[in-house]
């Protein structure tokens, strides 16, 4: 079954420490886009990625960094320079910017 | 700046009293809308795009509905299991790479 998946489903972490968020699709979409989701908040966009080698800065990048050597991943790093990493991360891919957005399971990340 | 409007915030039913969820948007150059259902602790599943004003499309007790102005998610003698978020974004428009989310309604369908 063609989709889009993230591991792990929960992640803890201590503060200062750099975590990797994991996200592959198997659905042959160009693009690919991490969001955050907070209580009240709405998704929020941390990154995307319109083809293999490219990123560009979502509306809340800072404390975040992302690769996109692949088509298929676009892995997410949370930076000990963000400064309220908890929440719960979700990683979206569709076949160009302007269709539709699968969305994977997400990530549940705290930090202590 | 391109803006989409959910409402109402949260909504509580009855099992099988209809109901409709509101999406509005003040968006440049708009080129469909997208409805999305979120369960609790989920990712968001696509439900449909609507590509002009007038189209209608139905999934199970869903129907969904777009004017110029706004969209409209009919709910049909909704079940407990229906209980979720639902989201609406408008795909980018304007020059735009990035879609525009509303914060969603939030449906409870009490048995």
């Known amino acids: 079954d063609g989709g889009i998946t993230q591991s792990p489903k929960y992640l803890f972490r201590k503060e200062g420490q750099n975590v990797t968020l994991s996200c592959e699709q198997n659905?042959?979409?160009?693009?690919m886009y991490w969001y955050r989701q907070d209580p009240g908040q709405g998704l929020r966009l941390i990154y995307y990625?319109?083809?293999?080698?490219?990123?560009q800065k979502g509306d809340i990048a800072e404390g975040y960094s992302v690769s996109r050597e692949k088509k298929e991943s676009f892995p997410l790093t949370v930076t000990s320079a963000q400064k309220n990493p908890t929440a719960f991360y979700l990683c979206?891919?569709?076949?160009?910017?302007?269709?539709?957005?699968?969305f994977g399971p997400g990530t549940r990340l705290t930090v202590t | 700046e391109d803006q989409v409007t959910q409402s109402p915030e949260a909504l509580r039913l009855q099992e099988g009293e209809s109901s409709s969820l509101n999406c509005s948007y003040t968006?440049?150059?708009?080129?469909?809308l997208f409805w999305y259902r979120q369960d609790p602790g989920k990712g968001p599943e696509f439900l449909f795009t609507?590509?002009?004003a007038g189209e209608e499309k139905e999934k199970e007790r869903l129907k969904a509905t777009l004017t110029k102005k706004e969209s409209f998610l009919h709910i049909t003698a909704p079940k407990p299991e229906d209980s979720a978020t639902y989201l609406c974004a408008s795909p980018p428009a304007g020059g735009s790479y990035i879609p525009t989310f509303g914060r969603g309604t939030s449906l409870i369908v009490h048995p």
């Open positions: 609507l590509y002009s």
């Open positions: 990625s319109q083809i293999v080698n490219d990123f």
């Open positions: 659905l042959n979409h160009d693009a």
């Open positions: 968006v440049s150059g708009l080129r469909g």
């Open positions: 979206a891919s569709s076949v160009g910017t302007e269709g539709e957005q699968y």
